[in-house]
T-cell receptor
Framework: QKEVEQDPGPLSVPEGAIVSLNCTYS??????FMWYRQYSRKGPELLMY????GNKEDGRFTAQVDKSSKYISLFIRDSQPSDSATYLC??????????????FGKGTLLTVNP | KAGVTQTPRYLIKTRGQQVTLSCSPI?????VSWYQQTPGQGLQFLFE???????NKGNFPGRFSGRQFSNSRSEMNVSTLELGDSALYLC?????????????FGPGTRLLVL
């Protein structure tokens, strides 16, 4: 079983739709959770960073963590064509310093159609 | 503040050759991590350097190596290239000391092995 599972999609939605992206994980040591957005031929760009279970909101983006279920989600409200990208979940057991490495899901390819 | 830069952006090599990729972190960042991204495996952690020392290592063969210089710039070397080494190689930088840190990624070097 992979440490992090993410449905690769592709996911295609109309503009304005609410998008839900999800990852599950098996390593209970993971405590820090991130969502990255990667446009074609670019490096990943950090979108959201969460530590505890619960919700964190930033503009149109909401990250949700449920540690008891080992499940994280990213919601995008009022999706725009510019949101079309690959979304990667990432997690780590440590928050920084030594032994800090990210374990990624494979990414979900999202297309928002105008 | 300038972001993470990687050179070259694109590279074509043949099997058996070796290659060196370069990464300049964000000014002030002392930690540089390297990741390999392929369609099949996604983003996988290679290694991390901090203050010229390899601090963390992923599960890659010894053909993959790296180093970091006193100005925090890092190089990654792959010897005896195989077809399966074709990938996007990403480096990410972070402060390297504090907790709740995030990693910032460069645009990547796309390597094609023929």
């Amino acid at each position: 079983q992979k440490e992090v599972e993410q449905d690769p999609g592709p996911l295609s939605v109309p503009e304005g739709a609410i998008v839900s992206l999800n990852c599950t994980y098996s390593n209970s040591a993971f405590q820090y959770f991130m969502w990255y957005r990667q446009y074609s031929r670019k490096g990943p760009e950090l979108l959201m960073y969460t530590y505890s279970s619960g919700n964190k909101e930033d503009g149109r983006f909401t990250a949700q963590v449920d540690k008891s279920s080992k499940y994280i989600s990213l919601f995008i409200r009022d999706s725009q064509p510019s949101d079309s990208a690959t979304y990667l979940c990432a997690m780590s057991a440590n928050s920084g310093g030594s032994n800090y490495k990210l374990t990624f899901g494979k990414g979900t390819l999202l297309t928002v159609n105008p | 503040k300038a972001g993470v830069t990687q050179t070259p952006r694109y590279l074509i090599k043949t099997r058996g050759q070796q290659v060196t990729l370069s990464c300049s972190p964000i000014s002030g960042h002392r930690s540089v991590s390297w990741y390999q991204q392929t369609p099949g495996q996604g983003l996988q952690f290679l290694f991390e350097y901090f203050s010229e020392t390899q601090r963390n290592k992923g599960n890659f063969p010894g053909r993959f190596s790296g180093r970091q210089f006193s100005n925090s710039r890092s190089e990654m070397n792959v010897s005896t290239l195989e077809l399966g080494d074709s990938a996007l190689y990403l480096c990410a930088s972070s402060g390297g000391l504090r907790s709740r840190e995030t990693q910032y990624f460069g645009p990547g070097t796309r390597l094609l092995v023929l």
